[in-house]
């Protein structure tokens, strides 16, 4: 009987650890007045993923070719980050 239980117990851990992984994530919020930041060059504006806000393709730096970077051009209005840039 005990050897019943126990192989019982192990058939159904896989099951439970597959249903921990499939849990709906939360979803993805975005808008117009939404993860908006300033920075020194204008404000940005990223989107909130499982309660982590998240900013893409931000510039840092611009360069021209085998010259040091110097900081991005600023711009008016607002950025959108919420796809890498090119």
Same mark, same amino acid.
């Given at each position: 009987m @005990?050897?019943?239980l126990i192989a019982c117990c192990f058939a159904a851990t896989p099951l439970?650890?597959?249903a921990q @992984?499939?849990?709906?994530p939360l979803p993805i919020t975005v808008g117009t007045d939404i993860a908006i930041v300033p920075t020194e060059q204008g404000k940005v504006r990223g989107?909130?993923?499982n309660g982590t806000y998240i900013y @893409?393709?931000?510039?840092y730096?611009?360069?021209k070719r085998f010259q040091p970077p110097t900081k991005p051009a600023s711009w008016d209005g607002i950025r959108s980050s919420l796809s890498y840039g090119p």
């Open positions: @005990k050897r019943l439970v650890m597959n @992984k499939t849990a709906a989107y909130i993923h @893409k393709g931000i510039p730096a611009q360069a």
